[in-house]
């Protein structure tokens, strides 16, 4: 059965997270939300307005992956591409759980599947154009899936989902070194406005899949591989004026574009700049100075930030949402001694988690984690294989498995944390602590975000040759069902040479197995159940200790029109609804 909403699944638990804040929503004057009310946002549009015109202004404490549509990972960049790269279907930029339903963007309806849900057809709206006004056709669709999915030695970053379950996705080279005219066979292209995909297998949550950046299009003519970051042509609402790697961009009204071709967005600024490499902390003061509009990395303010924001003025202003992600440590399987079950089960046993999530801010921040699933997907049973009083750690469980791992004495390894998250070297710094109390003695290596998975975690090269036994990670469902959060970090073709998300290096045939047969499975009851099956088989092989459900305190400044919290997009504010009341 293909997806056309929500299931009632993930509405019923959203209703949930949302919790009181959902009765908190609009204000007095009926604008969908005071810029004052707490947590506001959850529910409701935050001060609403129609009007046109300003600049919306976002800072990041890094850089990205890539703006790149085809070339990236971080859910941020998933959110803010919108403004200028139109994917086939989107999440519905709307308040509460009406956000997360999947709506067509480029595509005149979601995809029309055979009845074995192996292969999805969509038809392209009438009159989509690209910024130099030439038309936007099915072929362009074809070619940005090609080249984001088949070309890793220019595009290592995306998801490789298309690859996996496209028939002959296994043999086809990529369009840089395939220079056929029909390139993967599997994707037909039989007009200018259709699209077909075949796949090896039935995929019932392709119309997730087409809400990526992968499928917005991209001129073949144009395209120059990696560096086509450079010079990205829009098909959304926003062209880029100007792009500096690593310093940030500018976007202006893309004047090819057209509202009647476009339902979902109503592109309000007239501007929109983002710069890079700000130090999170003045992010944050920016914010409680209306400077900016948002934090681009839709993660909260730091820890340090935090008792500023609750306790003062701007209190009203705040939006405590779930992230839909966890936090996690990747045991890699393939680094000494966590190639042994017991030395990682001796970590699952022995970590305060506790005093980790006291030392990345409390509450606010999130909730301790017994589970790889967040609450807040489609999928999640609740359940706690290693669990312990308080959430302490059990010293004498772990010294036991220890020396069933024949490390009696404990053993020396390193735990990796991204430099520019505070949040995160808090946590790697309480782990270190917490794991002295049986014996592992965790040296901190420290990694820039915008290169964690390109060239250092994500890496198996690198991390084997540096012995990185322990990996800091967050993820996000990719969309919110099972499947859209565990593929691509527990399904050993995930594992790649470069930009891997797969951090454990975890290729467990037979979790790999069921992974395949519950994606197949157009039952959505009996798929639904999978996911949390395959959850306890993942935390049964040991390499994932989750740590703590991700919460973002998200602080929203005066001047920001048309705030909602998306939860499509890992509890951040919804980029492309957001303007100025400047």
């Not at 930029?93 to 067509?104: C, D, I, N």
């Not at 144009?222 to 926003?238: C, E, F, L, R, W």
């Not at 565990?486 to 998300?501: E, H, M, R, W």
Request: hydrophobic share 35%; net charge positive; charged share 25%.
């Amino acid at each position: 059965m293909k997806t056309r909403r929500v299931t009632a699944a993930i509405a019923s638990v959203l209703a949930l997270s949302l919790g009181a804040a959902a009765c908190g929503g609009g204000d007095d004057d009926g604008n969908g939300g005071g810029n004052g009310k707490k947590d506001a946002a959850l529910s409701s549009i935050v001060n609403a307005s129609t009007k046109k015109g300003g600049t919306v202004s976002y800072e990041h404490s890094d850089v990205p992956d890539s703006l790149d549509p085809g070339n990236t990972y971080y859910g941020w960049v998933q959110n803010f591409s919108r403004l200028y790269a139109r994917a086939l279907t989107s999440f519905k930029p709307a308040a509460g759980k009406e956000g997360l339903e999947v709506v067509p963007d480029l595509a005149e309806s979601l995809g029309k599947p055979s009845a074995d849900a192996k292969t999805w057809t969509y038809t392209l709206r009438k009159g989509l154009k690209y910024q130099d006004g030439t038309p936007i056709t099915s072929k362009d669709v074809k070619y940005a899936i090609e080249r984001s999915n088949f070309a890793p030695e220019a595009l290592s970053n995306g998801p490789t989902y298309f690859k996996a379950y496209l028939e002959g996705g296994d043999k086809y080279k990529g369009p840089y070194k395939d220079k056929s005219a029909d390139g993967i066979k599997s994707i037909e292209t039989p007009d200018d406005t259709t699209i077909v995909f075949k796949l090896k297998q039935p995929f019932a949550d392709f119309d997730y899949l087409a809400t990526f950046s992968q499928t917005a299009p991209v001129p073949q003519a144009k395209d120059t591989g990696a560096k086509y970051v450079q010079n990205i042509v829009s098909s959304g609402p926003y062209q880029f004026e100007s792009y500096e790697e690593g310093r940030g961009a500018t976007l202006v009204r893309n004047k090819n574009w057209d509202a009647k071709t476009d339902p979902i967005r109503k592109a309000l600024p007239d501007k929109v700049t983002i710069k890079f490499k700000v130090n999170p902390v003045t992010v944050d003061n920016d914010l409680l100075s209306d400077k900016i509009t948002a934090d681009a990395a839709g993660t909260g303010v730091q820890p340090q930030t935090q008792p500023k924001v609750l306790q003062g003025k701007n209190a009203g202003q705040t939006d405590i949402s779930y992230a839909g992600a966890t936090q996690y440590i990747a045991l890699n399987v393939n680094v000494a001694p966590f190639d042994n079950v017991h030395c990682r089960k001796a970590i699952q046993w022995g970590l305060d988690k506790q005093s980790v999530l006291d030392a990345m801010g409390g509450s606010p921040k999130g909730d301790v984690a017994t589970t790889l699933l967040p609450p807040s997907v489609n999928g999640y049973s609740k359940f706690d294989t290693y669990a312990t009083e308080g959430h302490k750690g059990n010293v004498a469980k772990a010294k036991d498995e220890l020396k069933q791992c024949g490390k009696p004495n404990g053993f020396n390894t390193i735990l990796t944390a991204r430099s520019d998250r505070p949040a995160e070297v808090a946590q790697a710094t309480a782990v270190q602590e917490s794991l002295k109390k049986i014996g592992v003695n965790i040296e901190i290596k420290q990694f820039p975000s915008g290169k964690y998975f390109t060239n250092f975690a994500g890496v198996p090269t690198y991390v084997h040759e540096h012995k990185l036994g322990m990996l800091s990670m967050a993820w996000g469902a990719d969309w919110p069902t099972g499947y859209g959060f565990l593929d691509q970090v527990v399904n050993g073709s995930a594992i790649k040479p470069s930009g891997g998300t797969n951090l454990m290096e975890l290729n467990d045939p037979k979790i790999n197995k069921a992974l395949t047969d519950a994606i197949a499975n157009t039952d959505d009851a009996a798929r639904t159940k999978a996911w949390g099956d395959i959850d306890k088989m993942v935390l049964d092989n040991a390499s994932v200790v989750p740590v703590v459900y991700r919460k973002n305190l998200l602080l929203r400044p005066k001047s920001a029109a048309n705030v909602t919290v998306t939860q499509a997009y890992l509890g951040m504010y919804d980029y492309v609804l957001m303007s100025s009341a400047k």
